[in-house]
């Protein structure tokens, strides 16, 4: 469960990370302002902080399994189209609004699942967990760095909307609510 919680933080905050390497090369190549690009992100944290609120509460309801794989669809689905945008609008839409809302089943629904499987230790569970996202924010944008100069930024979303998609579909299999929820007794701290 925390390995699969550290890699959707370590997949999700590496690609938000990633930002400033891509809107850089959108910029040089569609002549927008840096206060159009730097708008899309701050809608994006916007909505995805916002939404962190309803994501949380349809973890509790529905489970983290399903919550972090529709957010997973929905997020690659906003980068890979981001890869088709002519015009500011298409940005606001695709990254700000699609990817934000798909970010925001990353840092909630992880970490109240993990703190759902561990009594003991805890901490030292959410820590582990929560490294992923530090992990993917120093090693995604180099990945990304690279891939912007040899292939351009459109590839670049595409690929990541592959990746996106692929790898929480991958983590998503293993975040089970609870350890009830298969069987096991919860351990009480000693």
């Known amino acids: 469960v925390v390995a699969a919680a550290a890699l959707v933080l370590f997949t999700a905050y590496g690609v938000q990370y990633s930002v400033g390497i891509l809107l850089a090369a959108m910029e040089d190549e569609l ?15 916007i909505t995805y902080t916002t939404l962190s609120m309803v994501t949380g509460r349809l973890t ?3 489970g983290p399994q399903r919550v972090v794989l529709v957010g997973g669809v929905v997020l690659a689905t906003g980068l890979a189209l981001l890869s088709l945008a002519r015009a500011p609008w298409q940005l606001y839409l695709f990254y ?4 934000g809302l798909g970010m925001s089943v990353a840092y909630v629904p992880c970490n109240t699942t993990v703190v759902r499987w561990f009594l003991a230790r805890r901490g030292l569970a959410l820590s582990f967990t ?8 120093f090693l995604v944008p180099l990945a990304m760095g690279a891939v912007v100069a040899t292939l351009g930024w459109r590839t670049a979303y595409v690929g990541v909307g592959v990746v996106v ?3 929480l579909l ?9 350890p009830e929820s298969v ?8």
């Open 96 to 99: 700000s609004l699609v990817g």
């Open 60 to 62: 509790d309801r529905w």
């Open 183 to 190: 069987g096991l007794a919860a351990t009480v701290p000693t």
């Open 31 to 45: 002549e927008w302002t840096r206060g159009q690009l730097s708008l899309a992100f701050a809608l994006y944290v």
């Open 165 to 167: 998609f692929a790898i």
């Open 130 to 137: 929560n490294l992923g996202s530090s992990l993917g924010i």
């Open 170 to 178: 991958l983590a998503s299999r293993f975040l089970l609510r609870d």
